[in-house]
């Protein structure tokens, strides 16, 4: 069960990154619409909104991007029983290490989506996200013949 719980969350954001860049562009496409639509932004905070977001998903993504270096997820997947504990334990530090970063990236940029939108929203809007993502493997998971 925990190599299940690890393996996911290295794939959670496998997609994004080596989507091809029509898919790429139809996911943030979707991704942009779904955020103003469940967010309800009016214009004036989509105008504060968007440019902060955009630099959060730009450092966001950078961070995903350092996750995907070195050894790549399949060959995690495929090789994990043949691993030796050293090469497990760094892959799961270097992973823990990363979700740190991810998490004070997240913590530096609400105040700053609280500063656009006020407290609700930015709240709400990290429950959003969480929501996208689970749609999309929702989505990923249905094209790949999965219930």
Do not use: C
Request: charged share 35%; hydrophobic share 35%.
């Amino acid at each position: 069960m925990k190599k299940l719980l690890f393996l996911s969350s290295l794939f959670l954001f496998g997609f994004i990154v080596n989507a091809q860049p029509e898919d790429f562009k139809k996911v943030e496409a979707y991704k942009t619409k779904f955020i103003t639509d469940e967010l309800d932004l009016s214009p004036e905070e989509a105008q504060k909104f968007w440019p902060v977001y955009n630099e959060y998903n730009k450092k966001l993504n950078e961070l995903h991007q350092k996750r995907m270096e070195g050894m790549s997820r399949r060959e995690v997947h495929d090789k994990w029983d043949e691993l030796d504990d050293a090469t497990l334990e760094k892959i799961a530090l270097e992973e823990l290490q990363n979700q740190k970063k991810i998490a004070e990236l997240k913590l530096e940029y609400y105040d700053k989506f609280k500063a656009a939108l006020g407290s609700r929203k930015a709240a709400t809007f990290y429950r959003i996200e969480i929501e996208f993502h689970r749609r999309l493997m929702e989505s990923l998971g249905r094209r790949r013949g999965r219930p």
